[in-house]
């Protein structure tokens, strides 16, 4: 146990450096995780647009579906994966084998109803999945379509994350349970300062997406006393439910329409942030295996 240990150490040793850059070329992965508090307010659309916007920049995008009890990212994409996580954990498969590349120039990479089992994974099961993880690094951008609501798994992604972007509309249920995953995040991951932002979907008018923002981070400052930055709104529109039904991204059936074109300044206004808080992919690895596996973080001395 102790040799193998100390195998896992070396192997996350000689892929970060320090200052948790890849030693490889020096690149920082930006990890952004995508969250809602219910279900129904467009999490997965925005992720997977926002997903396709930075690959138009000429980013390097890995598209995970975060969302283990009801992946949907496949569906809106209309591809079947062959394989997912759960063959990585289970050492049946390699991270190359189960990525999928789209016709939109991004990466897509199934999840898995089975991921809880990493908590009970081996030493010698947890060395090869994050030797497989790893290799995930030459990606610029990997964005994180979590599950809505909380449960553990959800924490584990955004605690891991670089970025938290929590999606809201106007409505009164959608607004209250934003504010609760943000009361949640805020108060259940107390060993790191989680950096937390708010993108309001299907709004009528940038006056109505200003207004409910306010509201949230006004509320979230008065009771939690935590910041939490306003990202931007996208319009409520027809060509969002006819990409769905045509299962195509908005953003490629019309790239000029609304929704289209809120993206692209959201994603515009993300990459003009400082950007120096991103980890990397082993950064990203070490918090999300240590949420359920306290040792992980002895073994790295985090």
Not at 64 to 93: E, R, T
Not at 215 to 220: D, E, T
Not at 221 to 237: A, E, H, R, S, T
Request: charged content about 20%; glycine content about 6%; some cysteine.
């Amino acid at each position: 146990m102790e040799e193998q240990m100390s195998e896992l150490r070396e192997i996350m040793k000689d892929s970060t450096s320090n200052t948790g850059t890849s030693k490889k070329g020096n690149h920082k992965t930006r990890i952004i995780a995508i969250t809602s508090g219910k279900g129904g307010v467009g999490k997965t659309n925005i992720a997977l647009n926002m997903s396709i916007a930075y690959a138009q920049l000429g980013k390097k995008v890995i598209l995970i579906d975060g969302d283990l009890g009801m992946a949907n990212v496949n569906v809106l994409l209309n591809v079947v994966p062959k394989y997912n996580l759960l063959q990585v954990i289970n050492k049946q498969k390699t991270m190359d084998e189960i990525i999928l590349d789209t016709e939109f120039g991004i990466k897509f990479i199934a999840g898995a109803n089975g991921f809880s089992k990493i908590a009970n994974l081996s030493v010698d099961e947890l060395t090869y999945f994050a030797e497989q993880f790893s290799s995930l690094e030459n990606a610029d951008i990997i964005i994180i379509d979590t599950g809505a609501g909380i449960n553990h798994n959800v924490l584990q992604f955004v605690a891991a994350a670089d970025e938290v972007y929590v999606i809201t509309t106007p409505e009164p249920t959608a607004i209250t349970d934003a504010y609760g995953i943000i009361k949640i995040i805020t108060t259940e991951i107390i060993d790191r300062e989680i950096n937390i932002h708010l993108l309001v979907n299907r709004v009528h008018s940038a006056d109505e997406g200003k207004r409910i923002s306010e509201r949230i981070i006004n509320i979230v400052g008065q009771f939690l006393n935590y910041k939490v930055n306003y990202v931007g709104f996208v319009y409520d529109d027809p060509v969002v439910q006819a990409s769905v039904i045509r299962q195509k991204p908005f953003i490629i059936i019309n790239p000029s329409s609304k929704p289209a074109i809120c993206i692209k300044h959201i994603v515009g206004r993300i990459e003009k942030t400082d950007n120096s808080r991103s980890e990397g992919v082993s950064s990203f690895l070490k918090k999300f295996l240590g949420i359920k596996n306290s040792w992980f973080f002895i073994i790295f001395d985090i």
